[in-house]
């Protein structure tokens, strides 16, 4: 005999409605530690929200939207260089950019596990709150987070401009020698003048003869992401940049969030010549893999523009590092990656790798030591 049957019905039912939410608070429970989307997450709160007050809520609709906000927890690793730390990082900036850009809910991003927040990831992040600021109905309010408890991590969002964006009120933090020269500058124009007064407190630290061309790539790269970034789209033209003093070196990174260098190469280049390019680099199976297109730009030499004041976008920075003998440039675009090193001893160093999920864009990162010898370097 089934001693469960034998029980009134009102404490079957509680029975019944108990291990309905206790299953529904295992849901929950998963859902955040495998980091699934932000609206199975919801669905699975309004589903316990529900059930749990079954009377009360009988008459209320299932699929309504409420108005909290919806926490995000922030990498430990904000990272795009370590491909452990890439999936994770990328994977929380789309849910992020899904919330706040494409269905406007209200954002709060917890920053208490981060530990470690790299440039690039921080200017991918930095741009997508941007962007959902511009948009969002709920305006300066869309978007908020809570005090760093490393304080490294507060300095570098201080530094960079994140409390500024959101308008949040900044407090009195330790300074770190290696983010205090980090500079932050936007804009929606290839005018230079939007970004001199970072470049002079920049060149204030500089002292080569390598100054002008450093000026002159870094204006190429901002001026490439307005004119070729958004082609074919409605978006507003806008590109955002780090450039900063880390280690000996300068870091310039520059971040657009356009539709990325795969798609808007072939229109700017012509598809048989890209098609041409890419057989000859790789063979005739890479035309499906986004890092392919990259390594085809930093080949390509000249302006889609051919005005005599026009460099060579990316195959000019590469020319910098040649010059200087020693650096790095590194591309994101959509899922590909680019790299090219060279170092004193004249070893030059190409890799392409492609991950899973797109940074929905273009970033471009130029590192050159800042002490060089006055002459240029020679390669053997």
């Not at 589903?47 to 008459?59: A, Q, S, V």
């Not at 440039?119 to 991918?124: D, F, G, H």
């Not at 297109?293 to 460099?311: D, F, W």
């Amino acid at each position: 005999m089934n001693c469960c049957n034998d029980l009134p019905e009102k404490v079957q039912f509680k029975r019944y409605m108990r291990g309905l939410r206790q299953k529904i608070k295992r849901k929950i429970k998963n859902c955040k530690s495998l980091g699934h989307n932000w609206r199975a997450l919801e669905s699975a709160k309004r589903e316990l929200e529900f059930y749990k007050y079954p009377r009360y809520k009988k008459t209320a609709k299932f699929n309504y939207e409420s108005n909290k906000r919806i926490c995000f927890n922030v990498p430990v690793s904000l990272d795009y260089y370590k491909k452990s730390h890439f999936h994770k990082t990328n994977a929380f900036i789309e849910q992020v950019r899904s919330c706040g850009f494409e269905n406007e809910r209200r954002i709060h991003l917890n920053f208490s596990n981060t530990r470690y927040i790299s440039a690039a990831a921080m200017l991918s992040l930095l741009a997508e709150v941007d962007l959902i600021l511009g948009r969002s109905k709920h305006r300066y309010n869309a978007v908020n987070f809570n005090h760093p408890n490393d304080s490294k991590i507060e300095s570098i969002l201080n530094q960079v401009g994140f409390y500024d964006l959101v308008r949040k009120d900044k407090r009195k933090v330790k300074e770190f020698v290696d983010v205090s020269f980090w500079r932050f500058v936007s804009g929606n124009s290839t005018e230079p003048l939007l970004a001199s007064k970072m470049i002079r407190d920049i060149q204030n630290e500089v002292e080569s003869k390598t100054g002008k061309n450093l000026y002159r790539g870094f204006i190429e790269a901002m001026s490439n992401s307005v004119e070729h970034a958004y082609l074919g789209t409605d978006l507003e033209r806008k590109w955002w940049a780090f450039a900063g003093i880390k280690d000996g070196h300068l870091v310039v990174v520059i971040c657009d969030k356009g539709v990325g260098i795969p798609s808007t190469l072939p229109r700017t280049r012509g598809f048989d010549l890209v098609r041409s390019l890419i057989t000859s680099l790789f063979g005739p199976g890479a035309m499906d893999k986004d890092s392919s297109y990259i390594k085809a730009a930093a080949e390509i030499a000249n302006s889609r523009t051919n005005l005599p004041h026009r460099g060579k976008g990316l195959n000019d920075m590469k020319s910098v590092i040649r010059l200087i003998g020693s650096g790095m440039l590194s591309i994101f675009s959509n899922r590909g990656l680019y790299s090219f090193t060279a170092g004193h001893n004249d070893a030059e160093r190409e890799e392409t790798y492609d991950f899973k999920t797109s940074v929905a864009g273009t970033i471009v990162e130029w590192v050159i030591p800042i002490e060089v010898s006055d002459e240029p370097h020679k390669s053997c």
